[in-house]
Nanobody, 127 residues
Framework: QVQLVESGGGLVQAGGSLRLACAASGRTFTKYAMGWFRQGPGKEREFVAAISWSGGSTYYAESVKGRFTISRDSAKYTVYLQMNSLKPEDTAVYYC????????????????????WGQGTQVTVSS
């Protein structure tokens, strides 16, 4: 089982940057693709970014492509989401998640494919 704890959220002005971190427990961290999702007020949880178990492949939602960067540090059992040029519409609770399968050949981008979830961290972007 994988336990995930997010950090790094906060209040930032439009155009600013934040870096979210997701610390994972257990050595099995390196076996899983990892994803970031977000849920805005009154909205469904949506995909933001994902990274393969090896770190060699990354995927992004169109709305964040070119502004957000996902990365992972296997030595620290941590996955990051660097968010630049933030917009008010990026305001949401951000969740990290670990894939349901180990060593997945295809990185999932839907909520149902992720089994382990963190508690979320609030990101608020003011205009």
């Amino acid at each position: 089982q994988v336990q995930l704890v997010e950090s790094g959220g906060g209040l930032v002005q439009a155009g600013g940057s934040l870096r979210l971190a997701c610390a994972a427990s257990g050595r099995t961290f390196t076996k899983y693709a990892m994803g970031w999702f977000r849920q805005g007020p009154g909205k469904e949880r949506e995909f933001v970014a994902a990274i393969s178990w090896s770190g060699g492949s990354t995927y992004y939602a169109e709305s964040v492509k070119g502004r957000f960067t996902i990365s992972r540090d296997s030595a620290k059992y941590t996955v990051y989401l660097q968010m630049n040029s933030l917009k008010p519409e990026d305001t949401a609770v951000y969740y990290c998640a670990a894939d349901r399968a180990v060593y997945a050949p295809v990185v999932p981008t839907t909520v149902k494919d992720y089994e382990y979830w963190g508690q979320g961290t609030q990101v608020t972007v003011s205009s």
